[in-house]
Structure formats: C-alpha cells, structure tokens
C-alpha cells in the first residue's frame, strides 16, 4: 500500500443518500449546543447537487466545535423569533 500524502484540490464525493455529487458551497449552519442555537455563516461545505444533503469536512465540524466551547465574539447578533402556541396565541 502507498501511503503517500497527496494533495487534492479537488474533493469527490457522492452523496450516501442519492448517489449525488457533492459541489463546494458556502452555507448557512445551524447548531444548537445544550439548550442555544448558535449560527454561523459562510461556512464552506459539501452540498449534494440533488438532494440537499450536505457534509461538513471535519476540520470545519472541529472549527464551528471550538468555536462554540471557546466562546469566540460573534460577528453579530441575530435574534430569532420564537413563538408559542401554548396560550392565547389560538384564537378563533
Ligand atoms: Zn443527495
């Protein structure tokens, strides 16, 4: 076996779901993290071409899971609305 490191520019991978390929993208990544929902933009991932199925590369994963534990400032703030229906929010 050859265990030679080569460097690939270029990633190819099919989708586990569809059989897909996966295409660079920046996305929008949501993670919530005992209880919080934190949000990160422009988060270079694996998107699936047909169905949207999408694979972060575990140097990403690893990056937005520091990001978290170390509690970097935020770019930004966003606040997401959060509705109830539990009370008088049914009407009619
Ligand atoms: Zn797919």
Not at 56 to 77: N, Q, S, W
Request: with cysteine; net charge positive.
């Amino acid at each position: 076996m050859d265990y030679t490191m080569e460097k690939k520019e270029e990633v190819t991978m099919k989708c586990p779901e569809c059989g897909g390929e996966f295409v660079r993208q920046k996305i929008n990544y949501e993670q919530r993290w005992k209880g919080r929902l934190y949000s990160f933009e422009d988060v270079p991932a694996l998107v699936c071409s047909q169905c949207d199925n999408s694979y972060l590369e575990p140097k990403i994963a690893r990056t937005i899971d520091k990001i978290i534990l170390e509690h970097k400032k935020p770019a930004k703030y966003i606040s997401v609305p959060t509705f109830s229906l539990s009370r008088k929010a049914v009407t009619g």
